[in-house]
């Protein structure tokens, strides 16, 4: 699992690497990128969302599991709550903005440039900190590994 959560990572940021000249994202600048830029769009905006699935639906959960910390709990942020508490996770509030980021990727806006470029813009500002919090996972998951 982290393997693959660290492929969506590395791609992700080969995508937002390769944007890097045209950033910060207007209305004016997205809807003249060129085929190919829409297409790097595209790869950034499918990694950063199944990065943050995988972690979110596959990787946090493992951990739980791991630390045997799950017990009865049911309910995604009382989850979340608890790999908080135990070090796992560093803020659940960070981690819900990121989930909002991912969930407004969702929702196509065509005739919004401008919302397009501002979505786009915050993801991109965030990238680098959702793959943090992967390292940070993983980081913290090797020394229940190893037991």
């Known amino acids: 699992m982290v393997a693959q959560c660290e492929t969506h990572a590395r791609r992700m940021l080969w995508a937002k690497q390769f944007l890097q000249p045209v950033l910060p994202l207007n209305a004016g600048s997205l809807s003249g990128f060129s085929d190919e830029q829409i297409a790097i769009v595209d790869q950034f905006v499918g990694r950063f ?30 989850k979340l709550n608890r790999l908080e508490k135990i070090g796992a996770l560093p803020s659940v509030d960070e981690w819900l903005e990121l989930r909002e980021m991912r969930n407004a990727f969702a929702h196509d806006y065509p005739e919004d440039s401008a919302l397009q470029a501002a979505i786009l813009n915050r993801a991109f500002a965030a990238a680098d900190r959702l793959v943090e919090i992967l390292q940070h996972v993983k980081q913290f998951s090797v020394r229940y590994d190893r037991e």
Request: glycine share 6%; hydrophobic share 45%.
């Open 49 to 78: 969302a199944k990065l943050q699935d995988s972690m979110g639906a596959k990787l946090l959960p493992m951990v739980l599991e791991l630390t045997k910390e799950q017990g009865e709990i049911e309910a995604y942020l009382d």
